[in-house]
């Protein structure tokens, strides 16, 4: 039984619907909330796909159950990540944006743990595109750090910073992905959390919040730049008032969407354009609110540090791990190999001067002593040669490879690393070093849930 919905929620709510609507708005939120993953293209062989696709993302779809994707290794092999229906639509938003400016787009995810923005956006954009991905909570930004590991995309950079630091990096962006922290009304189904945090007070701290995020970060957006803010929440005070307030202090312009009836989403108009609201009795997913809204000011592009000009000399076994290596720069820090998208290396270097950067690119391994010991981020990666021969586990074995344990039962295999795959999708390494195989998975991400 779910704690009751919050009274003033209620007086709020009933002005904004009929009231036979308003009441078939409450009883939706003591409905179960709506299951559904959305799937890695890059990567196939996720098994719980239904033929019920979410209409506003191409790779999005609902599920008639919720499997426990812990025990299920092609989840941690990225093969798709569990996300609410709703928030997909961003992958609609971003195709608006592509038929206007392309798809070779720098693009900020700036509240993006635990990452299912920056996997979708990671999805949507070629190869010349870049991703920052930013969390401003360390124990958040690592999550979020592993869960872009996990998606395998190359041209990502994941960052732990405040937004006032982004506004140090005038013009630079494209797209800025505002998913903003907020009172989480339309996560009312998903627990009592939402519902008890609740209160007019907080929705109010959570507004001026927004508009400080937006005001602090506002300047890394390139003239005519788009952005995307969202929230998982009804109130107008996070929402329309978010809107309003950035046409009245920054000249922005509100985009007008159009969005098939079908979809149940309704559109509420705001400047000279709408924002999409989703209200779980009339869409198929949870609470949410987006608009999308252009830059009109100017922005002069922030210069990007002068380049050390020291020319490296990267050993062609570690340019043979990656797929098109012309196309990357190898950098190596501490004997630790890294390679990264050359087409975005001069944004790297920019980003690196004024950011706290966690991952970028691809990390390739380490060079010790006994030689190369590759990484679990190469593992994971779309963009790895065929270097490393594999080993095929069976579910069960998977999951303990996925606990630590050692691998056994393998015989007839010369020493070395292994690249150890479940349905044919990589894990992660282990070495074979004669009596047996050691794993390699990481610590930090090991299962924890007896299997
Ligand atoms: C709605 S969640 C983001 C969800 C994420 N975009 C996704 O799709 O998985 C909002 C995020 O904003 C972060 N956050 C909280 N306070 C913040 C602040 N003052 N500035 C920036 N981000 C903040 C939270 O830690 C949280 O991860």
Partial sequence: MKQSLP?????RMKNRFPDNEYQIFINSLDEPPVKSVRVNPRKSGHNSVTNQPVPWCEYGF?????????????????????????????????????????????????????????TLIASFLNENGLLVANEVIRSRA???QENIIKWGAPNVVVTQ?????????????????????????GMFRKGDIARNEWSVENTRICSERQKRILKASWHALKEKGWLVYSTCTFNSSENEEILNWLINEKGARVLKLEVPEAWGITTVSVGEGNGLAFFPHKVKGEGFFVALLQKTEESKPVKPPKSSGKKISVPSGVKRLVKASENFFFEENAQVWNAFPGRSQKTLSVLKKHLNVLHSGLKLGVTGRKGFVPDQCLAMSWVRSDQFPEIELSKETALRYLKGESITGVSGKSLGFYLVTCNRIPLGFVKNVGNRFNNLYPKEWRIRMNI
């Fill in 7 to 11: 009274l003033e929620f209620r007086e």
């Fill in 62 to 118: 609902y599920l008639d159950h919720k499997p426990v994707f812990t025990l299920d290794p092609l989840f941690h092999a990225g093969t798709y990540y569990p996300q609410e229906a709703s928030s997909m639509v961003l992958w609609y938003l971003l195709k608006h944006i592509e038929s206007e400016d392309g798809n070779n787009l720098t693009v900020l995810d700036l509240c993006g743990a635990p990452g299912g923005k920056s």
């Fill in 142 to 144: 690592k999550i979020l």
């Fill in 161 to 185: 910073s405040d937004p006032c630091d982004f506004g140090k990096l005038p013009g630079i962006f494209d797209v800025m992905v505002v998913d903003a922290p907020c009172s989480g009304e």
